[in-house]
């Protein structure tokens, strides 16, 4: 335990929304000393407090120099990084991470996974996810993996496109995710963070229902006032629907292996998790539209 009479808590990933998000909910509530490692530490100018220290770090350096950034935290939030230029680099870059916070004497990580983890995923970075999970597990460090569902934060801007063509392209079939917010990803995190729990524990984090593609298209509908009809493709159909549409095509292939995940039913559990860590009851999804319609295109 640091000097501190609570533990010091650190996030990583601190300017991006999510850890952003966390440290705002961890300075409304509690007293713990927080740390925040960033790659640019003038990103959190605008977060001043006494409570909280900024430091810079960077997961492609070298374990023993990433340590000094983690040196002082009794627990960890372990923020997955968006890379997706290649596979097997988030793995990298966590496992770097996952070595200095040991070097560090961390003595509990929460991750922030990805649901529906089986061995044969075709999620594209599920694989990424799973290895990390296996280090967490060989480190000694007690950790909390929050394997999160799709956020649901992404649909306004695949739904807007839906209402201005009519259709919805998908590649997933009948199959459903339990859409969550990146909001209730951040309650769950920081309350995870905040708990005393010091073991190993594996959450699922998902919204309170299941929904599928139909669901969707029925909702952008009711919303927008404009008739949306799923139009079912191949894969890579629509992988090269979205490169034309100005994707990058690793994130078009990432996106498309999602609905593959869907089809599969990797994605359509709900779990309590939620509402057990933060008190809280998730919103669904037709909640988070109706808040968001102005992103959608209002009738």
């Not at 808590?9 to 929304?17: A, E, K, M, N």
């Not at 990803?185 to 599928?212: K, M, N, W, Y």
């Not at 860590?277 to 808040?291: A, H, K, Y």
Request: aromatic share 4%; net charge negative; glycine share 8%.
């Amino acid at each position: 335990m640091s000097q501190h009479a609570s533990p010091t808590l650190l996030v990583t990933g601190g300017s991006g929304r999510l850890g952003r998000r966390v440290l705002e909910l961890l300075l409304a509530h509690g007293d713990n000393a927080i740390i925040a490692t960033t790659r640019n530490p003038d990103s959190l100018a605008g977060l001043p407090d006494s409570r909280m220290e900024v430091r810079q770090a960077d997961f492609e350096q070298a374990p023993r120099q990433l340590a000094a950034a983690f040196r002082g935290a009794d627990r960890m939030l372990l923020i997955s990084t968006d890379a997706v230029d290649r596979p097997g680099r988030r793995y990298e870059q966590a496992n770097r991470a996952v070595e200095a916070a040991a070097l560090a004497g961390v003595r509990h990580i929460v991750y922030t996974s990805l649901a529906g983890q089986v061995e044969d995923s075709p999620v594209l970075i599920a694989r990424d996810h799973a290895k990390t999970e296996q280090a967490l597990a060989a480190s000694g460090m007690g950790y909390t993996a929050l394997r999160n569902n799709l956020y649901t934060d992404f649909l306004p801007m695949s739904l807007s496109a839906a209402i201005a063509s009519g259709q919805l392209f998908a590649a997933a079939g009948d199959g459903r995710a339990a859409y969550v917010t990146r909001e209730d990803c951040a309650h769950a995190a920081a309350a995870a963070l905040r708990s005393g729990f010091d073991g190993t524990r594996q959450l699922e984090i998902t919204g309170p229902a299941a929904v599928s593609y139909a669901e969707l298209a029925a909702l952008a509908s009711e919303l927008s006032g404009t008739e949306v009809v799923v139009v079912s493709l191949e894969a890579d159909a629509l992988i090269a629907g979205m490169v034309r549409s100005g994707l990058p095509e690793p994130v078009a292939r990432l996106m498309a292996s999602f609905d593959a995940g869907m089809r599969r039913g990797l994605f359509a559990p709900v779990s309590g998790a939620v509402q057990e860590l933060t008190g809280r009851t998730p919103m669904n999804v037709r909640s988070f539209l109706e808040s968001h319609t102005d992103a959608l295109g209002q009738r």
